[in-house]
Structure formats: structure tokens, C-alpha cells
């Protein structure tokens, strides 16, 4: 029931998915192991959406109307258990059809019984036509991708989003890689994160937690801080900081880091993030495109406001409530955020500019765009040696570009990009 409302909140109200299950009232009264059932049923439905919502169309001869939405819900969610769940086929069509009647929806149940039971009888003869990895992803990114990366590539992208991720963490201590993972029973990435498979527990019930020895980052999202390459004694700023992750990378590396965040709520995260691993930031709560420092920093991390296409994997609601105009917006954003960056930063500085999205509109054109108005800045090519000597990762131009199927037979990466340039005058 509560899976279904937060499914609703997703795709009609059009909120997160960590938004609507984090303030659903209803979730706070449960235990820690039925949130976590809640949210994998949620998740399961997200994550498959392209798929479910092909065989429910594949299977019924006009659209459910918009006042039967409820039941259309309740209807992926009894899907989502036969196909991808493996729940066994009757527990999901009596537990479902029994939703239908809870949910005030008992006019429906015919339908979501036949339904269903067409499903268990066609799975393997109609519904084997559709085309998986195609119904996986939203037209317009589907064009935008297969433009931009190529049509092989762009299925690999979608293959790799049907698999949940691992968690990965960030060491505060680079050299304790072995003796963490050890501890942790993970994986060291050729990047040098450390990662967990098949972690359903609680993240502060981990080894080295209490202990501030890593917080949790994927491993795409550590690498545009390393990007800044030696940082011990440099101010420098991290733009748009919370919760965190980048500054902690920067101060334990040792650099005077100054947080910045337009949002106070979010940079309390960030204090209380870097409180519990032990490190030192300065944090400003202003927005990045108005705030003066008093003095130039001598090197910049810009993790702009993006659309977080590159993050469908940790957030697969993101597909489905992101469109082309958002993305205009962004662009907007973006290029004001780069010239404030240019205006703080000294000359001799580095700026790196990334962003969680896998639109060029918002990675390499908004460079292009910005070294041709600010002849100051030039590129400075960023070498495969510096991610784990994983050439894929690097464009012709010298920029960072990681795929969600990157790296896949290990569980691939978010979808990252990042351009390092230099003020020369
Ligand atoms: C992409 S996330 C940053 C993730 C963070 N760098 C990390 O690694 O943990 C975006 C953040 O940018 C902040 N933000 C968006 N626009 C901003 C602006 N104009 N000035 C400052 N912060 C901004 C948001 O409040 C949000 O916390």
C-alpha cells in the first residue's frame, strides 16, 4: 500500500523518489527492515518502469483512464513482483488484487486479476517481442544519447541501469585502502574507491563508520575533486557543496576548503558530514553566482545544478521526471555559475567544472561555450593515468566523461562529467 502511494507521489506529483519516501508520513512508524521493503518495492517499479509500462501496453487494447491512475500503480507494482521481483505468481496476484480492493479501487479488480494472469501466460510468447533496453529509456534521451554516444553505447548505458548499485566509499585515508577493504569485504576499484556488494543494512552499522574512516560516494562522484591534482595548503572553494562529498575529498587531501551551498538546511549536512570524519571547511550558505570572496581562491571545484541523468542507477525516478526543458534551464544555470567561478579564482588557478548528467548540452558544450567568451582559460587535458588509467573515461578533447556502463563487469560507475582548465591571465 505505502509502496504504491510513494509511487504515486513519483509519477504524478512529480516529486523524488528520495523526497517522497523521506517525508511520507505513513513510513515513519515502521521498522528499519519494512522502510527497506517499501523502498525496494518502489525502486523495483522505478527502475523498470520503461518495461512495465510496455507490457502493460502491449496487453491492454486503450490507455487506463487518468481517474483509475491508482490502480494503474497498483497494477506496476503487481507486475514489477512477477517480472522482476520473482515473487511467486499467485502470492503476487492475490496480494495485488487485494490492494486493489484496500486502495478503493474494487472496480478494478476484474481487470488487475486478467491483467496479471496475462502476464504469467504471455511472458514468455507476446511480451518476449519487447524490445528491453529500448522500452528502458524515455524517447528523448534515448535520441540524445544514441547522438551523442553512439547506438552500441547507448544500449550498454541502458543494460547497465536494470542492475541496482553497489554502495562505494571514499577513504579519508588513502593509504588504509587495503586494511578497509579488508574489513568492509569490498572490492578496490582501479579508481581507488572502495566497493560493497549486496550491502542491505544499515550504513553506520559498517566497520569504520563511527570511526569517520570513509563516507559513501560513487565512485564517479570521487573522481572530479582528484582532478585538482595536489591541494595541501591551497584555498580552495567548493561551489555548490552538499552534502558534501567533494569537500571532505578536498580537506583530506589537505586544502583550506571553503563550502559553499545557496541552501542552509543542505550545508548542515556537509558540517555534519565532515564533524563525523574528522575534517576541517569553512561553509558559506550563499548563492555561488552572487558570492565575492574576500581574496581569489587559488583552485575551484563547480559541481553545478544538473539534471543527474549520469545518476539513474542510485536514482532511476530521475529518467522519468527529468525533461528537455529542464535541461534548458540547467544551461542557464550552468554558464552563470562558470563565469562566477572565472571571477573568483586567481590567475595561475584551476577550475574544475563537472557535472552528474549524461546531456552534452550541459557537459562539453557549456565549456566550449565558456572558452569562447573568457579568453583567459584554457584547457589543461586530464590523463587517463589520473582515473585509474581507464582511457575510456577520457574524451579527445582532455575531458572526463564516465558512463553508467563503464567499468560494468564490476557493477559500472555514474555517468560524470568534468573539464579542467587554467586561468592564464
Ligand atoms: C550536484 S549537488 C552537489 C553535490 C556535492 N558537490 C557533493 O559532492 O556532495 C548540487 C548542490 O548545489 C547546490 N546549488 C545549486 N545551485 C546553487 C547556487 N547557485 N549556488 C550555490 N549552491 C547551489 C544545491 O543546493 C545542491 O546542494
Given at each position: 500500500m505505502l509502496a504504491v502511494e510513494v509511487i504515486g507521489q513519483v509519477l504524478r506529483r512529480r516529486r523524488p523518489l528520495d523526497d517522497a519516501f523521506a517525508t511520507h508520513?505513513?513510513?515513519?512508524?515502521?521498522?528499519a527492515r519494512d522502510r527497506a521493503f517499501v523502498r525496494a518495492l518502489a525502486s523495483a517499479v522505478l527502475r523498470h518502469l520503461g518495461y512495465i509500462d510496455a507490457v502493460i501496453a502491449k496487453l491492454v487494447r486503450e490507455p487506463i483512464k487518468a481517474r483509475d491512475a491508482v490502480a494503474e500503480d497498483i497494477l506496476r507494482l503487481g507486475i514489477a513482483q512477477l517480472l522482476v521481483l520473482e515473487t511467486p505468481p499467485h502470492a503476487a496476484v492475490s496480494a495485488t488484487v487485494a490492494l486493489t480492493v484496500a486502495l478503493n479501487m474494487a472496480h478494478m479488480t476484474g481487470f488487475v486479476n486478467a491483467l496479471l494472469r496475462r502476464v504469467i501466460d504471455e511472458q514468455e510468447t507476446v511480451l518476449a517481442e519487447i524490445d528491453r533496453t529500448r522500452v528502458a529509456i524515455p524517447d528523448w534521451l534515448w535520441k540524445s544519447w544514441v547522438g551523442t554516444y553512439g547506438e552500441p553505447a547507448t544500449q550498454a548505458i541502458a543494460a547497465s541501469l536494470r542492475g541496482e548499485a553497489a554502495l562505494d566509499l571514499t577513504l579519508?585515508?588513502?593509504?588504509?585502502t587495503d586494511e578497509w577493504a579488508q574489513k568492509l569485504g569490498a572490492v578496490v576499484l582501479p579508481t581507488g574507491s572502495l566497493r560493497v556488494h549486496?550491502?542491505?543494512?544499515?550504513?553506520?552499522?559498517?566497520?569504520g563508520f563511527h570511526e569517520g574512516a570513509w563516507w559513501v560516494q560513487d565512485a564517479g562522484a570521487a573522481l572530479p575533486a582528484k582532478l585538482l591534482g595536489p591541494v595541501t595548503g591551497m584555498r580552495v572553494a567548493?561551489?555548490?557543496?552538499?552534502?558534501?562529498g567533494k569537500t571532505m575529498q578536498l580537506a583530506a587531501a589537505g586544502a583550506k576548503v571553503t563550502a559553499l551551498d545557496r541552501s542552509a538546511g543542505r550545508l548542515r549536512r556537509v558540517s555534519e558530514n565532515l564533524a563525523r570524519v574528522g575534517l576541517v571547511a569553512e561553509t558559506v550558505a550563499d548563492d555561488a553566482a552572487f558570492y565575492r570572496p574576500p581574496r581569489p581562491f587559488d583552485a575551484i571545484l563547480l559541481d553545478a545544478p544538473c539534471s543527474a541523468t549520469g545518476t539513474a542507477r542510485r536514482h532511476p525516478d530521475v529518467l522519468w521526471l527529468k525533461q528537455q526543458g529542464d535541461i534548458d534551464a540547467m544551461v542557464l544555470a550552468q554558464d552563470r555559475l562558470l563565469d562566477a567561478a572565472a571571477r573568483m579564482l586567481t590567475t595561475g588557478g584551476t577550475l574544475v567544472y563537472c557535472v552528474c548528467s549524461l546531456e552534452p548540452e550541459e557537459g562539453p558544450e557549456r565549456i566550449t561555450r565558456f572558452l569562447a567568451r573568457d579568453r583567459r582559460f584554457i584547457r589543461v587535458p586530464i590523463r587517463a593515468a589520473e582515473v585509474g588509467g581507464l582511457t575510456e573515461m577520457i574524451t579527445p578533447q582532455g575531458d572526463l566523461r564516465t558512463l553508467p556502463s563503464h567499468l560494468a563487469e564490476l557493477g559500472g560507475i555514474d555517468g560524470f562529467y568534468a573539464a579542467r582548465l587554467r586561468r592564464v591571465s
Amino acid at each position: 500500500m505505502l509502496a504504491v502511494e510513494v509511487i504515486g507521489q513519483v509519477l504524478r506529483r512529480r516529486r523524488p523518489l528520495d523526497d517522497a519516501f523521506a517525508t511520507h508520513q505513513g513510513l515513519r512508524g515502521l521498522d528499519a527492515r519494512d522502510r527497506a521493503f517499501v523502498r525496494a518495492l518502489a525502486s523495483a517499479v522505478l527502475r523498470h518502469l520503461g518495461y512495465i509500462d510496455a507490457v502493460i501496453a502491449k496487453l491492454v487494447r486503450e490507455p487506463i483512464k487518468a481517474r483509475d491512475a491508482v490502480a494503474e500503480d497498483i497494477l506496476r507494482l503487481g507486475i514489477a513482483q512477477l517480472l522482476v521481483l520473482e515473487t511467486p505468481p499467485h502470492a503476487a496476484v492475490s496480494a495485488t488484487v487485494a490492494l486493489t480492493v484496500a486502495l478503493n479501487m474494487a472496480h478494478m479488480t476484474g481487470f488487475v486479476n486478467a491483467l496479471l494472469r496475462r502476464v504469467i501466460d504471455e511472458q514468455e510468447t507476446v511480451l518476449a517481442e519487447i524490445d528491453r533496453t529500448r522500452v528502458a529509456i524515455p524517447d528523448w534521451l534515448w535520441k540524445s544519447w544514441v547522438g551523442t554516444y553512439g547506438e552500441p553505447a547507448t544500449q550498454a548505458i541502458a543494460a547497465s541501469l536494470r542492475g541496482e548499485a553497489a554502495l562505494d566509499l571514499t577513504l579519508k585515508d588513502p593509504a588504509t585502502t587495503d586494511e578497509w577493504a579488508q574489513k568492509l569485504g569490498a572490492v578496490v576499484l582501479p579508481t581507488g574507491s572502495l566497493r560493497v556488494h549486496d550491502n542491505h543494512g544499515r550504513i553506520d552499522a559498517l566497520p569504520g563508520f563511527h570511526e569517520g574512516a570513509w563516507w559513501v560516494q560513487d565512485a564517479g562522484a570521487a573522481l572530479p575533486a582528484k582532478l585538482l591534482g595536489p591541494v595541501t595548503g591551497m584555498r580552495v572553494a567548493d561551489l555548490c557543496a552538499a552534502p558534501g562529498g567533494k569537500t571532505m575529498q578536498l580537506a583530506a587531501a589537505g586544502a583550506k576548503v571553503t563550502a559553499l551551498d545557496r541552501s542552509a538546511g543542505r550545508l548542515r549536512r556537509v558540517s555534519e558530514n565532515l564533524a563525523r570524519v574528522g575534517l576541517v571547511a569553512e561553509t558559506v550558505a550563499d548563492d555561488a553566482a552572487f558570492y565575492r570572496p574576500p581574496r581569489p581562491f587559488d583552485a575551484i571545484l563547480l559541481d553545478a545544478p544538473c539534471s543527474a541523468t549520469g545518476t539513474a542507477r542510485r536514482h532511476p525516478d530521475v529518467l522519468w521526471l527529468k525533461q528537455q526543458g529542464d535541461i534548458d534551464a540547467m544551461v542557464l544555470a550552468q554558464d552563470r555559475l562558470l563565469d562566477a567561478a572565472a571571477r573568483m579564482l586567481t590567475t595561475g588557478g584551476t577550475l574544475v567544472y563537472c557535472v552528474c548528467s549524461l546531456e552534452p548540452e550541459e557537459g562539453p558544450e557549456r565549456i566550449t561555450r565558456f572558452l569562447a567568451r573568457d579568453r583567459r582559460f584554457i584547457r589543461v587535458p586530464i590523463r587517463a593515468a589520473e582515473v585509474g588509467g581507464l582511457t575510456e573515461m577520457i574524451t579527445p578533447q582532455g575531458d572526463l566523461r564516465t558512463l553508467p556502463s563503464h567499468l560494468a563487469e564490476l557493477g559500472g560507475i555514474d555517468g560524470f562529467y568534468a573539464a579542467r582548465l587554467r586561468r592564464v591571465s
